[in-house]
C-alpha cells in the first residue's frame, strides 16, 4: 500500500519582494478604518530590514503579515509616534546595529482568526530577536475599544490598567499580554488616524530572557563583502547611417562591459539622439520627438535582448516615448538580466525639454528590484530634487543611476554637484553617464560635456575624495569600478555621520500623494510664446 502525503496547508516564511500586491490587499481587508500602504511603502519595509518581515500563507493565500526594524534603546523605549519611529511607513529608520526589534505591523485576515496565525508571526519575531541576542521587542499596541469606553476610565494609562485586572475587554491588548508582552506606559499620538484608539497607544516591551539586562550586548555591523561591479558609459554622439549601425554600437559597450563582469551597465539621458542623423534634413523639435518616439519598441526590445544574452542589468538611459495619453515622456528603460524590463519616466523635464519638445513629467518615482538589491533612477534634472533620492532611498535603493545629457561645464556641474549630495545625505552610491560630442543636423545637440563618474559617500570605507571612478572629460570610454553595498549598512549604523538615521521626523517629512493624475495636455502651438517661457535653443541639461 502505498504511503500518501498531503502538501502543508500553512507557510510562515521571510517576505519577499513578489509579496507586495498581496500585502497591500491583506492590508485592505484588515485595517478599513486607516488608511492602505502604498507599495512603495511595502517595498521600503521589505528592502530596508528584509529579516523582520514575515507572511503567512493559507491554502495559499496570503493571510498573514508582520514587519519590524532594529533601532536603538534611545528609540525603541522613549516617547514617539508611529510615523515618527517608522521613517513615515517606510521601515527607514531600521538600523543594523540596533539593540531592540521594533514592531510596526501586525494584521491577519479576519477570515482567518482562530487559527493562531497572530501567535505564530509573533513566535518568528521573538525567535529572531534571541538569535541575535536582542534585548527584546518592543512597539506601540492600539487600544481599540479605547473610546467606547472613554467615559468609563481616567486616561488611557487607567483602560490599561482595568484590561489587565479584567474589568475591560480589549481583545488586541490581551492578545498582547497573552504573548508575554508588558506595557510600560502610554505613547500619546501614535497613530492620528487610529480614532478608535483615541490617537493612543500601550507601550510594549518583550523582554529577552537570554539577555543580561544590566550588560546588554553591544552589537557591530560587520564589515562584511557585498560587492556590485558597475559600468558607466561614457558615449560619443556620433552620426550613423542606420538603426542598425547606432544598436551594433550600444551592443559593442554592452560586450565590454558583460567581459569585465560589470553587473549593470549605464547609458547617458537621450543617448538614443544619433538616430536622428541620418534623416534627409533636419528635422523639426516635433518631427524629431515623433521620429524618435517611434524607435521606442525596437530600442526595449533590443536592451532587453542584450540584456538576456550577456547576463547584465542594463539602465537604458533615456529615450522619448510617447504616452497612451499622447503626452511625450523622457523614460528610463531599465532592462534586466532576468528578462523584465522596467520604466522610470523623468519627473521634472528642464524648461528646454518643456518648452522646444513640449515633453511632460512623469507622476511617479519607486525603487526597482533588481538581483544585486533595490536601485532607483534619477534622470538629470531630476537629480536636483533631493525629495526624490529620499524616496527612493525610503524604498530601499542603494544605487542611484543619473543619465544626463548637458550642454556645457556649468549644466554638467549642477548635476554632478546634486548628484555627489544625493549620494552623502542618503548614504548611497550614485551613478552617473553623459553625452559627449556632438550632432550637427540634430537640434539640441550641437555640443555636449560629460564627465561621468560613480560616486560614494564620504567616510572612512569609501574612496578619499567620494569618487570611486570618474572618466576623463569629453572622451567615450567605458567606466567600471567595484563597490561594496555592505560598506552603506556599516556607515549607516556606525559611520561618523549617520545622515538617514539621524533624520528629525517630528520635525519635517515629506508627503508624496501617490493618487495624483495627469491633467489633461493642452495644445500648444509650436510659435506660441504666449504660454510658456522661450529659452535658448539648446538642451542645457540639469
Not at 106 to 123: A, F, N, Q, S
Not at 187 to 211: C, I, Q, T
Request: proline content about 6%; hydrophobic content about 35%; some cysteine.
Amino acid at each position: 500500500m502505498t504511503e500518501q502525503s498531503s502538501k502543508a496547508r500553512l507557510e510562515v516564511r521571510q517576505a519577499e519582494p513578489r509579496d507586495v500586491s498581496a500585502i497591500a490587499a491583506l492590508i485592505r481587508r484588515v485595517y478599513v478604518d486607516l488608511p492602505p500602504y502604498t507599495f512603495g511603502e511595502i517595498r521600503g519595509q521589505l528592502n530596508n530590514y528584509p529579516e523582520g518581515c514575515f507572511v503567512a500563507k493559507l491554502d495559499g493565500k496570503l493571510v498573514g503579515y508582520c514587519a519590524s526594524m532594529r533601532v536603538p534603546a534611545n528609540l525603541a523605549l522613549r516617547q514617539h509616534t508611529w510615523d515618527e519611529i517608522t521613517g513615515n511607513g517606510f521601515g527607514s529608520r531600521h538600523k543594523p546595529n540596533g539593540e531592540w526589534l521594533y514592531g510596526y505591523e501586525m494584521c491577519v485576515d479576519p477570515k482567518v482568526r482562530g487559527t493562531r496565525i497572530g501567535r505564530r508571526l509573533y513566535e518568528e519575531r521573538r525567535a529572531l530577536a534571541e538569535r541575535l541576542d536582542l534585548s527584546g521587542i518592543a512597539f506601540g499596541g492600539r487600544l481599540p475599544n479605547l473610546s467606547r469606553h472613554w467615559r468609563r476610565v481616567d486616561g488611557p494609562q487607567d483602560y490599561i490598567d482595568k484590561v489587565i485586572e479584567g474589568k475591560i475587554h480589549d481583545p488586541v491588548l490581551r492578545f498582547q499580554l497573552a504573548n508575554g508582552f508588558e506595557p510600560i506606559g502610554v505613547l500619546k499620538g501614535y497613530l492620528p488616524e487610529d480614532k478608535k484608539s483615541k490617537s493612543f497607544a500601550a507601550h510594549l516591551v518583550w523582554r529577552n530572557p537570554y539577555v543580561d539586562h544590566d550588560k546588554p550586548n553591544k552589537h557591530r555591523v560587520p564589515r562584511d563583502v557585498e560587492s556590485v561591479r558597475i559600468a558607466t558609459c561614457q558615449l560619443q554622439a556620433r552620426a550613423v547611417k542606420s538603426y542598425d549601425e547606432f544598436m551594433k554600437g550600444i551592443e559593442y559597450f554592452v560586450d565590454v562591459a558583460a567581459d569585465y563582469e560589470a553587473d549593470f551597465i549605464l547609458f547617458p539621458e537621450l543617448f538614443t539622439l544619433p538616430l536622428l542623423s541620418f534623416a534627409d534634413q533636419e528635422l523639426s523639435s516635433q518631427e524629431a520627438i515623433e521620429a524618435l518616439s517611434a524607435y521606442t519598441p525596437r530600442i526595449k526590445k533590443a536592451l532587453s535582448k542584450m540584456a538576456l544574452e550577456y547576463n547584465i542589468n542594463i539602465i537604458g538611459g533615456s529615450h522619448p516615448t510617447r504616452m497612451e495619453d499622447g503626452d511625450i515622456h523622457n523614460v528610463a528603460y531599465v532592462c534586466l538580466r532576468d528578462g523584465s524590463i522596467h520604466e522610470q519616466e523623468k519627473i521634472h523635464p528642464t524648461p528646454n525639454e518643456d518648452y522646444w519638445w513640449n515633453i511632460k513629467g512623469g507622476d511617479s518615482i519607486d525603487a526597482i528590484q533588481t538581483d544585486c538589491g533595490p536601485i532607483g533612477v534619477l534622470i538629470c534634472y531630476d537629480s536636483e530634487f533631493p525629495e526624490l533620492a529620499r524616496r527612493l532611498v525610503d524604498e530601499g535603493a542603494r544605487i542611484i543611476f543619473v543619465p544626463f545629457c548637458t550642454d556645457s561645464r556649468q549644466g554638467y556641474m549642477r548635476v554632478r554637484y546634486c548628484a555627489q549630495a544625493r549620494a552623502i545625505e542618503n548614504q548611497c552610491f550614485v551613478v552617473m553617464s553623459g553625452n559627449c560630442g556632438n550632432l550637427p543636423n540634430v537640434g539640441n545637440m550641437d555640443i555636449q560635456y560629460a564627465q561621468s563618474c560613480i560616486l560614494t559617500p564620504c567616510d572612512f570605507p569609501f574612496a578619499r575624495d567620494g569618487i570611486a571612478a570618474e572618466a576623463s572629460e569629453n572622451v567615450e570610454t567605458l567606466t567600471i569600478s567595484d563597490v561594496n553595498l555592505a560598506d552603506l549598512s556599516w556607515a549607516r549604523a556606525e559611520g561618523t555621520v549617520r545622515n538617514l538615521a539621524d533624520r528629525r521626523f517630528d520635525l519635517y517629512r515629506i508627503e508624496w500623494d501617490d493618487q495624483v493624475g495627469k491633467p489633461p495636455a493642452v495644445a500648444v502651438k509650436p510659435d506660441d510664446t504666449t504660454t510658456k517661457p522661450l529659452g535658448t535653443r539648446t538642451l542645457g541639461g540639469g
